[in-house]
């Protein structure tokens, strides 16, 4: 099985992609890790170079859970999966899922990847609001190219219908 999953900040994109990893017993990646360096002293950006080989070293693996929110680098990553996942959420349903994030995560109550602040708690509403006017239509247009194999999720209760070969079945996040 390859998996990806597509969605703006505070989608599940995470959730989704640790059940179904778990479910088949499969590596996971989030793209922002090809992107990032996490180091204890903050994060460094690698450079595309790096990116992109630790990218193409993840598709050519037999079976994984992509996901992300990056578009284009990662073309080839949607053309390798069997399965895309589209987590379209409305924006008042993401916005409400960052603001439970951080709270969560400044109470140490979940772990995040990289350190929670005031200044990334906030850009996470531009990053929602730029998703939905710029990446969610360039995510649609590409998405024409694979329909057969998209599923596009808008509400908590078509996550709740979605199962893969009844092997597993999400509760949603």
Known sequence: MRMYIIGSV???KTTLGKKAALAYNIPRFETDNFVWERKPGGDV???EEKRNKLFQEAVELEEWVIEGVHIGWTDQGLEKADWI???DFPPRTRTWRI???YIK???MLEKANYRQTLRIFFKMFGWNRYF???MRPEFLEKLQHCQA???IVKTQGELKELKVNNKW???GP
Do not use: A, M, V
Request: hydrophobic share 25%; charged share 35%.
């Open 99 to 101: 603001i439970k994030r």
């Open 132 to 134: 939905e006017e710029t």
């Open 45 to 47: 950006r690698n450079s």
């Open 169 to 171: 079945e999400i509760r």
């Open 149 to 151: 194999k998209t599923t």
């Open 85 to 87: 996942i589209f987590l």
């Open 10 to 12: 505070g989608s599940g």
């Open 105 to 107: 995560q400044t109470l």
